[in-house]
Nanobody
Framework: VQLQASGGGLVQAGGSLRLSCAAS????????MGWFRQAPGLERVFVAA????????YEIESVKGRFTISRDIAKNTVYLQMSNLRPDDTGVYSC?????????????????WGQGTQVTVSS
């Protein structure tokens, strides 16, 4: 599975961005897809994930109500809609995938990774 993330950028606090992660190489049936964030000098942090087949999703508490993960089966793409962005949302956002039932919450559980896309939120 090859993953291509896009959609990052520079935005003011309170603004919105939509990240996309396009998958190729195979169908994603039976896969879970996740988004992670890594801020400068910090470890990569799990942000959200979704199961491809059922669409069951999970977002961490600090982004609930602001971020929404979704998928478009026809486009083989996962999205992370980010609204009401805050400066502490800044970081490199990466998408990941693993063939697994259920939602993996740690980076080491994921097998495939895309390159990151930079999100910078100014105050």
């Amino acid at each position: 599975v090859q993953l291509q993330a896009s959609g990052g950028g520079l935005v003011q606090a309170g603004g919105s961005l939509r990240l996309s992660c396009a998958a190729s190489g195979r169908t994603l049936s039976g896969f879970a897809m996740g988004w992670f964030r890594q801020a400068p000098g910090l470890e990569r942090v799990f942000v959200a994930a979704i199961t491809w087949s059922s669409g069951r999703s999970y977002e961490i508490e600090s982004v609930k109500g602001r971020f929404t993960i979704s998928r478009d089966i026809a486009k083989n793409t996962v999205y992370l809609q980010m609204s009401n962005l805050r400066p502490d949302d800044t970081g490199v956002y990466s998408c990941a995938a693993v063939r697994q039932v259920g939602i993996p919450f740690t980076a080491r559980e994921y097998e495939y990774w895309g390159q990151g896309t930079q999100v910078t939120v100014s105050s």
